[in-house]
């Protein structure tokens, strides 16, 4: 029987000190040292076999949390794991307590081509996998054909299209074994709801930057062109996993999606939920008011839908459990989940040919306040997101009779 564990850890801008990333944002080294620990101490909570990394500019500055997690937890094995001399170092609770070091686990890193100078860098994915990968990661940002988008007007004429040519962030694809299985694996940082305002050429600044001369129809237009991106990218994410379900792998897509499951740019990744019974809908081709699908058809239809579908870790879990809210992200008075982990059908429950099981799904976020409440403590350095998990068992299919 093989266990393993899947990981989506947004770090927030984890590069070295003494660095500007961001305008006039940077680490002091003391700054970079307790963020490098806090980091540290999560990675090893986490002990994921399978982690995805976002926001990293640097993956020197990764390596060195990796390093500092495994030293953590080589001398906490040290200190409460027993020898093989004991007699009762074969007890359970020992294989969840031990903390497995990242010794001879690949790690993969993007660096995102929108990357800057200092101060206005652009900040990449990983992925750590103490598995190792079977064949070389993919990164997915500029696209070999811009993503045109057609729009009709309601009148009937054109338009216009809007054109995507570059990810905002890269979208990293590994193959990854587990088991005797191999597992797609896609790593994803969509465009935040952070509004893209209209600068013109030779201005310093987008006028709507001025909270002075607050203009709020040109700062709703930003969260327009955001939001645009973000469900752009979430289509090419969604085009990828496609073309691997239709090869009959198996994938998971990790990462923050930067909106909540129910969001549209979210259901362009998972796809359609499937209608109960399709012989209740007029045909797409109906010749008169009764022209249904068939039965057989709605069987099809399902098939079709349902094999190309992903399904939520976190949904997965609460369907199981007593367990009613899950969060990844406090801002503004809004405690939601914005980083996500999906699978295949291969491993929903309800499926007979199913390769795996998830056994139990949990979220570190005891350190997410909401600051927006005056008396909230925050601290700037450590993550904004939940670090959320996924188990794993893989399983037999079940033979039918």
């Given at each position: 029987?093989?266990?393993?564990?899947?990981?989506?850890?947004?770090?927030?801008?984890?590069?070295?000190?003494?660095?500007?990333?961001?305008?006039?944002?940077?680490?002091?080294?003391?700054?970079?040292?307790?963020?490098?620990?806090?980091?540290?101490?999560?990675?090893?909570?986490?002990?994921?076999?399978?982690?995805?990394?976002?926001?990293?500019?640097?993956?020197?500055?990764?390596?060195?949390?990796?390093?500092?997690?495994?030293?953590?937890?080589?001398?906490?094995?040290?200190?409460?794991?027993?020898?093989e001399t004991?007699?009762?170092?074969?007890?359970?609770?020992?294989?969840?307590?031990?903390?497995?070091?990242?010794?001879?686990?690949?790690?993969?890193?993007?660096?995102?081509?929108?990357?800057?100078?200092?101060?206005q860098r652009r900040p990449g994915v990983a992925v750590l996998s103490r598995f190792g990968f079977t064949e070389k990661p993919e990164v997915i940002q500029e696209l070999p054909e811009p993503l045109e988008i057609p729009f009709q007007d309601l009148g009937g004429s054109d338009g216009g299209t809007y054109k995507l040519r570059r990810l905002s962030r890269p979208i990293l694809r590994v193959r990854i074994p587990v088991g005797d299985q191999v597992v797609t694996v896609f790593n994803c940082h969509l465009k935040s709801k952070l509004g893209e305002l209209d600068r013109p050429d030779g201005a310093p600044y987008p006028p709507a930057a001025d909270l002075t001369r607050y203009d709020p129809a040109a700062r709703a237009m930003g969260s327009l062109r955001a939001g645009l991106r973000r469900m752009a990218e979430a289509w090419v994410?969604?085009?990828?996993?496609?073309?691997?379900?239709?090869?009959?792998?198996?994938?998971?897509?990790?990462?923050?999606?930067?909106d909540s499951e129910h969001a549209v740019s979210s259901e362009i990744i998972s796809g359609e939920i499937p209608f109960k019974n399709y012989a209740w809908i007029r045909r797409?081709?109906?010749q008169h008011k009764g022209d249904r699908y068939s039965a057989a058809e709605d069987a099809v239809i399902q098939e079709q839908i349902d094999r190309v579908r992903l399904h939520s870790a976190e949904k997965l879990f609460v369907r199981k459990s007593l367990q009613d809210m899950v969060y990844t992200s406090a801002f503004g008075g809004v405690f939601e989940s914005i980083d996500q982990i999906l699978m295949s059908r291969h491993f929903h429950p309800d499926n007979d040919k199913r390769i795996g099981e998830m056994t139990y799904f949990n979220v570190l976020n005891d350190h997410l306040t909401d600051g927006s409440h005056p008396d909230a403590p925050y601290n700037k350095l450590a993550s904004d997101h939940g670090q959320i998990m996924a188990?794993?068992?893989?399983?037999?299919?079940?033979t039918q009779p």
């Open positions: 029987m093989t266990e393993f564990t899947v990981s989506s850890f947004n770090v927030k801008n984890l590069i070295g000190p003494e660095q500007e990333y961001y305008k006039f944002e940077s680490y002091t080294p003391e700054e970079y040292s307790w963020k490098q620990s806090w980091l540290a101490n999560q990675v090893l909570q986490l002990n994921a076999d399978i982690i995805g990394f976002q926001e990293i500019f640097d993956d020197v500055a990764l390596q060195a949390v990796i390093d500092e997690a495994d030293e953590l937890g080589v001398a906490a094995n040290k200190l409460s794991i027993p020898d004991k007699r009762y170092a074969r007890k359970a609770i020992f294989r969840k307590l031990a903390y497995d070091p990242y010794t001879h686990a690949q790690l993969a890193f993007a660096p995102n081509l929108n990357d800057g100078a200092p101060g994410l969604r085009r990828a996993i496609i073309k691997d379900l239709e090869a009959g792998n198996a994938v998971m897509v990790l990462g923050d999606f930067n797409h081709d109906a188990h794993f068992t893989l399983v037999k299919p079940v």
